[in-house]
């Protein structure tokens, strides 16, 4: 079978799961590594075994057989390893946000269009089974013309000392702003948002934004870090699209494992990323899958919309300033 080479920049907590999803695909090889901390170049040698690891990202794009890159970097630097991946002849997938700032994403774009690759955004809940039901339901006609969307994300606080070095719109908000755009299959017209601002912080930390769409359909997105560490990891997000002939729901609270255990209460998230001894199940692996794919045959990846990423980024702008100003933003 042929396979694969992948080469992977950032190896940071979601990096590794990217590496661990990887290595669990038969017909892909990890073949190289970019980190510019030593620690973690070591982890994906020692642990792993991944024969190259760089520090500088611009080494590991000379190795010619490299067919698809993963950008793991923080959110802020993703631009310059996907330049020099797509300059390079290398397929990538870009995490999310694609970008914090609009005019990068044309900079990829502009690249890929110049260098006859793909360039996809990391939106893994698209392989999610759960969401990805609700958009067969919409596009298969069974919950009619779809008039509502509602989203919630809630995340521990612990994880906002680390993530508000990014806004939440980006941060976290983003996963739920692509679903809506996938569901709706329309652009956004009109947004009106508003958020809590801890001290000295950009970011909030409680997140709403009301979406109108060019079509009708009118979205609220909702994103938190307020979940007490106390409480036990536990993700509880939830999604309800109301159409004209049926209404689809989920929680994701209900859909874990739960463990009451001698440390406290535990929710193993068993849909986007999960050891399960030696095998790896969820959302992520379903993506690189998929993109894997596309790269070892020369398809373009049509799941994942990099126009829509985009447009993803055009409305989180318009969020960021509704929340800052307290006023309505049209796009
Ligand atoms: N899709 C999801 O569900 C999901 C989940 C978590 C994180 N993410 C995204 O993944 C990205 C990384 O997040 P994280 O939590 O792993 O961050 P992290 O801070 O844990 O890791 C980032 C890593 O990138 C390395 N790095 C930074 N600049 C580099 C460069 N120029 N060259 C090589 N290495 C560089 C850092 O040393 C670090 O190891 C972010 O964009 C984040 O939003 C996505």
């Given at each position: 079978?042929e ?18 999803a ?21 982890l ?59 005019e ?16 996809v ?41 680390t ?23 329309s ?15 950009e ?45 689809a ?14 440390g ?5 998230d068993?849909?986007?990323h ?58």
């Amino acid at each position: 079978m042929e396979r694969l080479k992948v080469g992977i920049v950032g190896l940071g907590s979601w990096g590794l799961s990217h590496l661990e999803a990887y290595r669990d695909l038969p017909f892909v090889e990890v073949v190289a590594v970019s980190d510019i901390r030593p620690e973690r170049r070591q982890l994906a040698q020692e642990r792993y075994g991944i024969p190259h690891a760089f520090e500088d990202a611009e080494s590991m794009m000379k190795m010619p057989d490299i067919g698809l890159v993963s950008v793991v970097t923080f959110e802020q630097q993703h631009l310059e390893p996907v330049l020099l991946a797509l300059s390079a002849g290398k397929n990538v997938l870009v995490e999310k946000p694609v970008a914090t700032r609009l005019e990068e994403t044309r900079a990829m774009q502009e690249a890929a269009r110049k260098y006859g690759k793909f360039v996809v955004p990391g939106h893994l809940l698209r392989f999610e089974p759960k969401y990805a039901e609700i958009r067969r339901m919409i596009a298969e006609g069974e919950l009619g013309p779809v008039a509502s969307i509602y989203m919630k994300r809630s995340r521990e606080s612990s994880l906002f000392r680390t993530y508000r070095r990014t806004h939440t719109v980006h941060e976290l908000m983003i996963h739920d702003l692509d679903q809506a755009i996938w569901y709706a299959g329309s652009r956004v017209k009109r947004v009106y948002a508003t958020g809590r601002f801890p001290k000295n912080t950009e970011s909030p930390d409680v997140l709403w934004a009301q979406l109108t769409f060019e079509n009708g359909i009118i979205a609220v997105l909702h994103a938190n870090w307020m979940t007490p560490d106390e409480a036990g990891i536990a993700i509880n997000d939830c999604t309800e699209v109301i159409g004209e002939k049926g209404i689809a729901h989920f929680d994701t609270h209900a859909a874990g494992v739960q463990l009451w255990g001698t440390g406290g209460r535990r929710t193993s998230d068993l849909s986007v990323h999960h050891n399960l001894g030696n095998r790896v199940i969820g959302a992520l692996k379903e993506e690189l899958s998929y993109v894997s794919l596309c790269a070892l045959t020369g398809t373009t990846p049509d799941v994942l919309s990099f126009d829509d990423a985009v447009h993803g980024l055009e409305v989180a702008e318009a969020i960021v300033i509704s929340a800052k100003e307290g006023r309505v933003v049209d796009l």
